[in-house]
Structure formats: C-alpha cells, structure tokens
C-alpha cells in the first residue's frame, strides 16, 4: 500500500460527458500529480501541483483540469470525453516538488472507459 | 527528446544480478536519479534514487558513475516478480517535462 488513495477504481461513461477522477496524497505530501496511461502506452506525465499551486504541465488537455485544495487532495476533471481518452489516470504524491523528497508514490489508478 | 537513454528490454535468469543500465549524460550537478518500475498495469513502485555516491537499500542497489552521465540499477538475486518496466529519470522541478518517464527497460526474468 503507497498511501495514495485514487477513487473511483473503475468508471465507465459515455461520450460527451464529464467526470472527476480524486486523489488523496500520502500524509504530509504536498506535491500532486497526474498521469494518463492507454493501453501498452507508456505514461504521459499530465500536471503536478504542489501545496495548492501549479507546478509543472504536461500534454493535457484544455478539455481537462486539474486542482490541489487546500486540504492538498486533488481531482482531474475530464470533460466532453472521447472514446481515446479511456485509459488508466495515475496519481502520485511526493514530499518535494523536484530534487531531494522527490521519490513519488502511485496509487492504483482509476480505469476510465468511455463508450 | 528523451532526457534518458535505456535499453528497450532485457533478459536476466531467476537467482542471478539484473543490472540495468541508464545514460542521462544532460543531468546537472545537483539533480538526482531516480528509478521506478511497473509491473503491468500497476501503479509505479519507487525503487531508489541518489546524488552521486553508490545507493543501496532493501530492494536494489545503485552505482552513479563519476561524471553522473550514467547509472546501473542492480536487483542482486532477481526473481520472477521483479518481471517488470524499469524507469530512470531526473527532476529538479517545474517546467513542461514535469517527473516525466521515457520508455524504460522492459526486464524480462526467466524461469
């Protein structure tokens, strides 16, 4: 168990619509972030925050969105789905925001598909 | 372009040292390697990390060479769980790489 907890596991939901996927970092991290990973694709780095803030962005989407609140959970929100957006989300979390305490730990991930 | 340099697979017998190599040859001073692993579609599993002296805890041991362009990640007596996709990267933090993984090494342990 890495201590980050990602809800829902699996979600299934249809083109067009909008979910929110939720992570709960491990305690006392304060860095966030977020990955998509299709199948045999490796995984694409989407966003990080860290204690509330944007720290670095990847290739995401402007159809998604991302926050880090102040109790430091975080969601990805994803809207006006496509079939290409089901994939595995992983979230991790890390004391530091690069460098020293930066070692990350995953959750399990949420498996979105949409049909 | 990658930031990292690694073999697309590898072999290693069951009971014998898997030592996977990694180039970062643009690390700078002060950034730190880190290694990770996934194993099929599981969440990655941080391995280690370190600066610039040899590391090594429970799970592997890692060897920086003395310019820091390179490393080798070594699982001492490999078994068949450690079947696995193994990550190297650095990350000094912001910009658009984020903790950005490349390709990584597909380890593959034979019976």
């Known amino acids: 168990d890495s201590g980050v907890t990602q809800t829902p596991k699996h979600l299934i939901t249809a083109t067009g619509q909008r979910v929110t996927l939720r992570c709960s970092p491990r305690?006392?991290?304060?860095?966030v972030y977020w990955y998509q990973q299709s199948l045999d694709q490796g995984l694409q780095f989407l966003i990080q925050?860290?204690?509330?803030?944007?720290?670095a962005k990847g290739n995401i989407l402007e159809r998604f969105s991302a926050q880090q609140f102040p109790d430091l959970h975080s969601e990805l929100n994803l809207s006006s789905l496509e079939l290409g957006d089901s994939a595995l989300y992983f979230c991790?979390?890390?004391f530091g925001q690069g460098g020293l305490n930066t070692e990350a730990f995953f959750g399990q991930g949420t498996r979105l598909t949409v049909v | 372009d990658a930031k990292t340099t690694q073999p697309t697979s590898m072999d290693c017998a069951e009971g014998r040292a898997a030592n996977l190599p990694c180039n970062h040859s643009?690390?700078?001073?002060?950034?730190?390697v880190y290694w990770y692993r996934q194993i099929h579609s599981q969440g990655p599993q941080y391995i280690i990390h370190?600066?610039?002296n040899n590391e090594t805890n429970e799970m592997a041991s890692l060897i920086i060479t003395e310019d820091r362009k390179s490393s080798t990640l070594i699982l001492p007596h490999a078994t068949l769980r450690d079947t696995a996709v193994y990550y190297c990267?650095?990350?000094?933090?912001?910009?658009?790489?984020?903790?950005?993984f490349g390709k990584g090494t597909h380890l593959i342990i034979q019976p």
């Open positions: 643009t690390i700078s001073g002060n950034e730190y």
């Open positions: 990267m650095f990350y000094s933090g912001g910009g658009a790489d984020g903790l950005t």
């Open positions: 925050y860290y204690n509330g803030e944007e720290r």
């Open positions: 370190g600066l610039k």
């Open positions: 305690s006392g991290d304060l860095s």
């Open positions: 991790a979390s890390s």
